[in-house]
């Protein structure tokens, strides 16, 4: 297999980033290109139908389907209040008398004669979609949504729980091996997100959450503490629909691990700076990584733009991502085009790196990722 | 190309040579068939990142990233800047380019009845024969309130909603009740913003009228012939068939870069699980005998059984090796997981490697100890996908059937599973658990401790995981493809023997006698062990099984049973752990156990496997 590697994630200085903003269902887009916006700037906007509610009527009436238009006193599309009569019957001189009343206010959408069964449609819910991150329109997609551009430090994590979210880059630990603990978060960082080293720990979290941080980083999770905030056990790896009061993203994955020393050196400058954050991983039919925006931040060198790897040479930084070396950076010395058979026996695509200590070892290319900036 | 089939290499000339692509979620992978010496084989074969998703967002790419590694190993040229070449000319080409696709989360269906266990199950057959996940199933008397039900609804985005409900003339209420909620759902596609969600109709012909006054102007609705115009019997066929144009017309339609891969394709591109489903299906009506297939997959697992000529296909959508192996953890458990280990592991620490292959999903075990932990793992997945399919491989419900000579009627249909262990005839694996287990030994533990078949089965593991292609090659030439999956496809990995009943664990269990070319060989196996004897590939031997008093390898209770056993890589394979199988609850001797049936079927490299038992 030509690339036989995991594609890295990109932690990098000065990039520029897109981000499709769009609705879900046709709607109006408000903002036009070269248009300045905010995170919280709303570019598009549409209308859900409202929830449909259903009632039997034959069935409250005590009649066949097929009799009730006559007894009908709304139309189909009219509109209803909760409690309004929308069928009734009288007889026996008005001794006997049967009502259907509407169980919510909104609009008969329909009356079916085979079922008896009405549709009561309530108001239209309105549904904004904010640009997410400060930049400049560069593309309406009409009726749709928009492309927003923005050019600053960009970092993805390998896996995130919660939405967007934005706030300001505080750093609470003085280095890239220290776990964030409770001990690290106080009041003052309420709309903050905050960046651990190594593991972010179960009581830091519970902290974050007491003292209103919108957002956490670090270098790994305790698989009991992400259930313990969750209230259950992700099975399948899409998140971001979470219902939670925070945004967690970790950078190295699960375990205590610690985060890497280049995207610990770039939190550090990052400090204090404003960034747009995602904690939505999918890795299921299309790879979507959580992410850490922060607009505006210049670096000296030209400006990267997001592109496919350029793939594994030697001197290429990787990280392996398996045991036995799981977690370990490593340079690339050598790259053999020829199957190799490894512990297991299986015949697989090998390259040697040299670990920090200087061991030079022999992994799969299958488990490791390169370090992209 | 839309819909209908093309085959414009075909007619009456000679295939001579066949390239077909699979383009999976992860990997799109090339196989090259060549005609010699009169017969179809399958030549090389090549794979390369799937790019249906960003930053490529054109499939084709990795298609002609696969088809130029095959270029490569054979010195032969198959693209051009138009596509692949065909019919195969001078300038080189193929005679058929065909192509199968499960990227971009394949076919994602909802499906929607009457009744649970009636109309609403045959409409989940028919999605999951046409290669669909299937995300839902609605139905009147699925327990939800009609709130629920359009809440659903509203919240899915499938590509597609199979509707049906109620025999031909019968009652046209409840299938409107049902058409109503989807209406009022105002259900989206998962792809293609302002598109009509297309819906099948495919239940009651006099319901027909109401169905189009309330779906057609919401909706793409399609009519085809009721897929249960009586009780008695199922007619999947027009429904499976409007999946596939669907499948093609909307779903392909929009993934990015497929509508070029469908002009380069000589026939329709099918969903990869259809394509399985076809050739196993083939397999098992061409040798008259019950099959079972299961494709272990990243995403995964599907199971396929023929029984009784009745094919089943059942996917359990969040029980794979890679981006589910975390639900496999879920609904297994961790003891169940960590029986099949033979050495012991923290508990965190196994949470935590799962959880990293999850969101790591291409990394591939490099110890012996990982490689143990995957194969736990792939052996649940398994057992729980076998289970989902057992449940819905079952008898048409609702309809009255006799049994044998008796005359026993069950009048509430059959809740009876159609999968019969002791009449299957073969077990095939497919995925990259099994095709590639560095030893083929280990599949077949793998097979065996998931399904656990009783009585004599043949096993086979897919090679290289072609299945899909042959499976598309097979709508079109049949002969091709059953020459190189018989030829190429399969790995024979020999025939199990498992006596069904218990014994005291150390009582001698069967005595076997085994009659090959170069003479005669005999052993016995005690009961609570498993043991391999060598049959080549190829061979089939005479084979003599005479099991203890209460123990049944097929022919009855303490009954000899003689048979013709095919031949494999790992042989023959008798397996005296006991049916119903019982791993021993107590850990010392569960690891005692696992060890031995490890050295029995030589499983792993003894000296590595040693390094993890000695770091206890």
Redesign the interface.
């Known amino acids: ?3 036989a590697y ?1 594609p890295g994630l990109k932690v990098t200085e000065h990039i520029v980033v897109r981000r499709v903003r ?5 709607g109006d887009v408000l903002v036009k290109v070269g248009d300045k916006v905010a995170p919280d700037t709303v570019v598009a906007r549409t209308k859900l ?1 409202g ?4 009632i039997n009527v034959a069935n409250i009436m005590g009649m066949p ?1 097929e009799y009730l238009a006559p007894h009908l006193v709304k139309k189909v599309g009219e509109a209803v209040a909760k409690d309004e009569v929308i069928a009734k019957s009288i007889s026996w001189f008005g001794l006997s008398k049967v009502y259907c009343r509407a169980p919510v206010s909104g609009t008969l ?2 009356m ?1 004669p ?2 008896g ?1 009405a ?1 009561i ?1 309530e108001a239209d819910i309105p549904l904004d979609v904010s640009a997410y991150v400060h930049g400049t329109i560069v593309e309406v997609i009409a ?2 949504g928009v492309v927003v551009e923005t050019e600053g430090a960009f970092i993805q994590g ?2 995130g729980v919660g939405g967007e979210t934005s706030g300001t880059l505080r750093v609470a630990v003085s280095a890239a091996d220290e776990p964030l603990e409770a001990r690290h978060l106080t009041p003052a960082h309420a709309g903050d997100i905050v960046v651990g080293g190594s593991v972010i720990t179960g009581p830091a979290i519970k902290r974050a959450i007491e003292v209103g941080a919108k957002g956490l980083v670090g270098g790994g999770i ?3 503490d992400l259930i313990n905030l969750l209230g259950y ?5 899409i998140t971001g629909q979470e219902d939670i009061a925070l945004t967690i993203i970790v950078t190295e ?3 205590q691990m610690n985060m890497a020393d280049k995207t610990f050196s770039l939190f550090k400058q990052l400090e204090g700076k404003f960034a747009s954050v995602n904690g939505a ?1 999918q ?5 979507m990584r959580p992410e850490v925006i922060v607009p505006g931040h210049m670096a000296k060198g030209a400006v990267k733009t ?3 790897s350029e793939g594994l040479v030697p001197g290429t930084t990787v990280r392996i ?4 070396y ?1 977690g370990a950076l490593a340079q690339v010395v050598e790259l053999p085009p020829e199957l190799q058979v ?5 015949k ?1 695509r090998i390259l040697r790196a040299r670990l920090p200590g200087g061991e030079v070892v022999t ?2 290319r ?2 490791v ?1 390169i370090l992209e900036g | 190309m839309a819909g209908g089939t093309k085959h414009k290499n075909q007619g009456d000339r000679e295939i001579r040579s066949i390239l077909a692509t699979d383009c999976g ?1 992860t ?1 799109t992978k090339a196989i090259l068939i060549d005609k010699v010496d009169g017969a179809y084989r399958l030549v090389v074969r090549g ?3 799937t790019t ?5 967002e054109d499939v084709t790419m990795g298609a002609r ?1 696969a088809i130029r ?1 095959v270029e490569e190993l054979t010195g032969r040229k198959f693209l051009s800047e138009g596509g692949v070449i065909t019919p195969q000319g001078q300038e080189g080409g193929v005679d058929l380019y065909l192509s199968t696709s499960s990227a ?2 394949g076919l994602q269906m909802m499906v929607a009845g009457v009744v649970k266990i009636m109309t609403a199950q045959s409409a989940e057959r028919a999605a999951l024969g046409a290669g669909a996940i299937v995300m839902d199933a609605i139905a009147i008397d699925d327990g939800r309130k ?2 629920q039900k ?2 659903r609804i509203r919240h899915l985005r499938p590509d597609m909603i199979l509707l049906s409900g109620g025999i031909d003339g019968g009652t ?3 299938v ?2 049902i058409a ?2 989807i ?4 259900p ?1 596609p998962r792809l293609g ?2 598109f009509k969600l297309p819906i099948i109709y495919a239940g009651n012909v006099a319901a027909r009228t ?1 169905i189009k006054d ?1 779906l057609d102007a919401k909706t793409d609705l399609r009519i085809v012939d009721n897929l249960r115009p009586v009780l008695e019997r199922e007619v999947l066929g027009p429904a499976r068939e409007e999946i596939h144009n669907l499948f093609m017309e909307h779903v392909m339609a929009q993934a990015p870069g497929y509508d070029k891969l469908m002009r380069w394709t000589d026939v329709p591109i099918m969903p990869t699980p259809g394509a399985v489903g076809l050739i196993i299906e083939t397999t098992g009506k061409e040798n008259d005998m019950s099959i079972i297939g299961v494709d272990i997959g ?2 995964t697992t599907d199971v396929f059984s023929l029984f009784e000529e009745k094919f089943n296909r059942t996917v359990s959508a ?1 029980l794979g090796m ?3 192996i ?2 496999v ?3 297994a458990g961790v003891a169940s997981l960590v029986r099949w280990l033979p050495f012991p592991l923290d508990e ?2 196994l ?3 799962i ?2 292959k ?14 143990i932990v995957e194969q736990a793992l792939a052996r649940e997945a398994m057992r729980l996908a076998f289970e989902h399919h057992k449940s819905l491989a079952v008898g048409l419900r609702g309809i009255q059937k006799e049994y044998g000579e008796g005359g026993l009627v069950d009048s509430a249909g059959t809740d009876v599973s159609l999968v019969d262990m002791r009449g299957l005839g073969m077990l095939v694996g497919s995925g990259g658990v099994l095709s ?1 287990a ?2 083929r030994a280990q599949a077949a533990l793998m097979l065996i401790d998931s399904f656990l078949p009783e009585g004599v089965t043949r096993l086979a593991v897919d090679s290289i995981f072609m299945m899909p292609q042959l499976g598309v090659l097979s709508t079109v030439h049949a002969q091709a493809a059953a020459q190189v999956f018989d030829r190429d496809c399969l790995i024979k990995l020999g025939t199990c023997i498992a006596p069904i009943g218990l014994l005291r664990d150390g009582e001698r269990a069967v005595s076997v006698k085994v009659s090959l070319p170069d003479g005669p060989a005999e052993f016995t196996v005690d009961f609570g062990q498993i043991h391999a004897f060598a049959i080549p590939e190829g061979t089939t031997a005479e084979v003599e099984v005479r099991p203890a008093l209460l123990l049944d390898a097929g022919a009855g209770r303490g009954r000899s049973l003689r048979l013709k056993a095919e031949g494999g890589v790992v042989g023959l394979i008798v397996d005296c752990r006991g049916r119903p199988f019982r791993l021993p609850s107590d850990e010392a001797t569960r690891r005692t156990k696992l060890l031995q049936w490890i050295k029995a079927l030589d499983i792993y ?1 003894q000296a ?1 496997l040693q390094r993890y038992l000695g770091r206890q």
């Open positions: 297999m030509a690339h995991t769009r609705l879900p269902i046709p139908p929830n449909p509610v259903t389907a959408q329909s079916s085979v079922t069964q549709i449609r009726g749709e390998i896996f305790i698989d009991t056990d992700i099975g399948v790896a994955g699960f375990g991983t890795i299921r039919a299309g790879v997001l592109a496919a991502i398996r045991e036995p799981f490894i512990e297991t026996e299986a697989v992994i799969p299958a488990n990722e | 979620s990997t794979e390369a990142p249906v998703e960003k930053p490529f990233n590694e971009g989360g009609p709130h359009i809440e046209v209420s409840h409107v009740q109503e909620l209406a009022a759902a105002e989206r913003i302002g109401y309330i990243g995403a969040n890679s981006y589910s975390c639900n953890l879920l609904e965190a620490d949470r935590n490697r959880r990293n999850m969101i790591r999903p291409t990394t591939i075990p490099h110890t012996v100890e990982e490689l590639h560095p030893r490299p590595a």
